[in-house]
Every structure is written in structure tokens, then in C-alpha cells.
């Protein structure tokens, strides 16, 4: 009887042990492992929404966010800048997952919200233009324009109201000196003003004390969004509820470090 009562117990030890060995091993496992494959996210250089910094990071407004969404879901993201029209292709060609800055003009499949605005605003000399009056006392301004960019249609019904000629030249820029010698053309009277985004520009033009002028009036706003092909669409909607997801706390704190 008694040897019976030491086998039980025995085995009811060992049973214990058994169990807790099992329950620490689940303790030492991570919850939920960081998904293998990473989200590829392709950018045309746009500060302050995204941008490679002087250490090779990708940073930005708009890449922090999509950083911060991704690490919720245990999604890594590899950032790739190219220009524009590259990145439109690869998302089509299934080499990358997401391109930032899209509209409607791009082909693409895009996120119901707008990440950010694409404020175009014309940059005149400031050495030969002082107002928006003088510059329009031009009777046929030369503006130039992106190659790159597939301009809205009510951008270019305001450029025929302005009876204006159009000069065409590639924006991209590879650091913030090439964005220096970008503006540069405005001294030489080659073109009146330069079609820009508002915030890179004043950014610019604050960072490098650049004799340019912004015009008062805002020429066109167009919504951007994140685009995707059709075929990525699941992962396209875990994303996009991830983002909407973030607490406004966070929100604000990113935005917070790219206010210029």
C-alpha cells in the first residue's frame, strides 16, 4: 500500500513538473512572431513626408507613420527611394508592395484616406518679382513644370488661364544641395516661376536663405494617397486599419518632429 502511494505521487510530481516546464516555455515564446516577409514601401524623396537621412535611415512624416502601423500587425517595412515614375512601375510589376504620394492620375489602387496634400504653389525670384501683382503684369509667364508628374487637369486649365508657357524639367533630387541648384534656374530669367510643392519649398528656401518668393495665392491642392496594385489588396486593407488605428498621441508626435 504504501509503495502504491509512492509511485502515485511520483507520478503526480512529475506530472506538475511536466506542466510547468510546458507553461514556461509558452512564457519564454514571443506572443506573435514579426511576419518574415517585409512590406515594401517605394518613395520619391518629399520632405517632410519621406525622405533617406544623412545615415541611410528612411524618415518622413508619412514613412514613420506607416513604420509605426506596420510594427502593430508585427510587420517589418523596407523603404526603397526612386524616382516617381520607378516606383509607379514596380508597384505594377509586383516588385513592391506600396508607392507613396499617388493620385488618381497613377493607375493605381490607392488607400481610401489621404496621407497628405500636394500643395503647388509658384516660386518666383524674389531679386525680380516682389508680389503676385508684378508677376502678374507677365503677359505670357514661362512655368516650368515636372517631367515626372502626371498633372491634375484643373492644374493645367489654370496654367491656360494664365496664358502661360510651359517649360519641362526633371524635379528629382538626390540630397538637399541638388534642391539648392534646382532653384537656381529662376536667377537666370530662363522660366518666371517654377509650379512646386509649398512645404519642400519653403523648407528649401528657409534652409539655404534662398533670394525665391512663394506667391501669396495657392495655385492647386490635390489629395495624395498610398497606391497599390489590385492583386495586393488584403494586405493593402491590414495596413490602411493599422494606420487608422494609431492613437492620435502618437499621430501628433510624429507630425510633430517634421514641422518646418
Request: glycine share 2%; proline share 4%; net charge positive.
Amino acid at each position: 500500500m504504501t509503495r502504491f502511494k509512492s509511485i502515485l505521487i511520483t507520478s503526480f510530481i512529475f506530472t506538475l513538473f511536466g506542466a510547468s516546464m510546458s507553461n514556461t516555455a509558452r512564457t519564454l515564446q514571443p506572443e506573435r512572431d514579426t511576419h518574415p516577409i517585409p512590406i515594401r514601401v517605394c518613395f520619391e524623396r518629399w520632405r517632410p513626408f519621406s525622405f533617406i537621412d544623412q545615415s541611410g535611415v528612411a524618415r518622413g512624416m508619412e514613412v514613420d507613420l506607416i513604420k509605426a502601423a506596420a510594427k502593430s500587425i508585427n510587420r517589418r517595412v523596407e523603404f526603397t527611394e526612386l524616382p516617381f515614375k520607378r516606383c509607379i512601375a514596380n508597384v505594377k510589376y509586383g516588385s513592391t508592395d506600396f508607392s507613396l504620394h499617388v493620385d488618381k492620375t497613377d493607375g493605381l489602387e490607392t488607400f481610401s484616406d489621404s496621407a497628405t496634400s500636394w500643395q503647388l504653389s509658384l516660386a518666383v525670384s524674389a531679386d525680380r518679382l516682389k508680389s503676385s501683382d508684378d508677376f502678374n503684369r507677365i503677359n505670357t509667364p514661362r512655368i516650368m513644370l515636372a517631367t515626372e508628374y502626371p498633372y491634375p487637369k484643373a492644374v493645367y486649365r489654370k496654367l491656360e488661364a494664365l496664358n502661360a508657357r510651359l517649360v519641362r524639367r526633371s524635379y528629382y533630387e538626390e540630397n538637399d544641395e541638388h534642391a539648392k541648384t534646382f532653384f537656381s534656374i529662376l536667377a537666370t530669367a530662363r522660366v518666371d516661376a517654377i509650379l512646386v510643392d509649398k512645404q519642400w519649398a519653403l523648407h528649401m528656401i528657409k534652409k539655404f536663405n534662398l533670394p525665391v518668393l512663394i506667391l501669396a495665392q495657392d495655385f492647386h491642392s490635390e489629395p495624395q494617397y498610398i497606391g497599390y496594385r489590385h492583386s495586393n489588396a488584403r494586405l493593402a486593407s491590414q495596413l490602411e486599419a493599422a494606420i487608422a488605428a494609431l492613437p492620435d498621441t502618437l499621430i501628433q508626435s510624429i507630425k510633430g518632429q517634421y514641422q518646418y
